[in-house]
């Protein structure tokens, strides 16, 4: 049976959304990608509402098993943070309504899963996206492009390392590919210790 994830890249003027199937054979399948927009100039309680809207929407047409949100990171742009959590929020809140299971993956995490390069460009990350997902061309903006590369990453995810792992190398899955690697790596530098580790 197929996983349908829906991958959310958070962002009060471009929120992207990407909705992907993947089969049993872990092949990736583009099947929706959105980006929902707001103008600058509107009062930041209408752009929360319309974006809140939108991902209603868009969770209630395609009915995912699980969804996929950008872990938000401090910025030098306080402004800009702000608006990705409250974004974040929104679709975590979206998410949670419908028990739908959520997962946030750090940026370097999506890039290693995708490119196998935790430090990846927007660049790299659309290209491969494109490949992945067997697309003439890169999905545009750069925001529909991430949200597919979330859900991808999602989707491909299992004890931290691609799914694909299990089978890499060896019957037991303990070889994993430099992509893998890298995917462990980015997920591993990212973890908050236990407390008394």
């Known amino acids: 049976m197929a996983l ?46 319309a974006i809140a809207r939108g991902l209603e929407a868009l969770i209630d047409e395609f009915r995912p098993d699980a ?8 910025q030098n742009n306080v402004r800009t943070v702000m608006g990705t959590a409250q974004v974040s929020g929104l679709a975590l809140r979206a998410a949670a309504e419908r028990d739908i ?3 946030l993956h ?23 996206v494109a490949r992945l997902l067997r697309l003439d061309e890169v999905p545009k903006p750069a925001d529909a492009a991430d949200a597919l590369a979330l859900a991808i990453c999602h989707a491909w995810r299992r004890d931290g390392v691609p799914a694909a792992a299990t089978s890499a190398g060896s019957a037991s899955g303990t070889r994993l590919t430099p992509a893998q690697r890298a995917w462990r790596d980015a997920e591993k530098s990212v973890r908050t210790p236990r407390l008394g580790g």
């Open 67 to 74: 969804i996929a949100i950008e872990r938000v990171f401090a």
């Open 106 to 128: 750090t940026p370097s995490e999506v890039k290693a899963a995708v490119t196998g390069y935790g430090s990846a460009d927007k660049a790299q990350v659309g290209q491969m």
């Open 101 to 103: 299971p959520v997962a």
């Open 4 to 49: 349908r994830v829906l991958g959310i890249d958070p962002g009060l003027t471009r929120c992207g959304v990407g909705v992907i199937e993947v089969s049993t054979t872990r092949v990736p399948t583009l099947v929706s990608v959105h980006t929902l927009r707001t103008a600058a100039d509107l009062p930041l309680e209408r752009r929360l509402l």
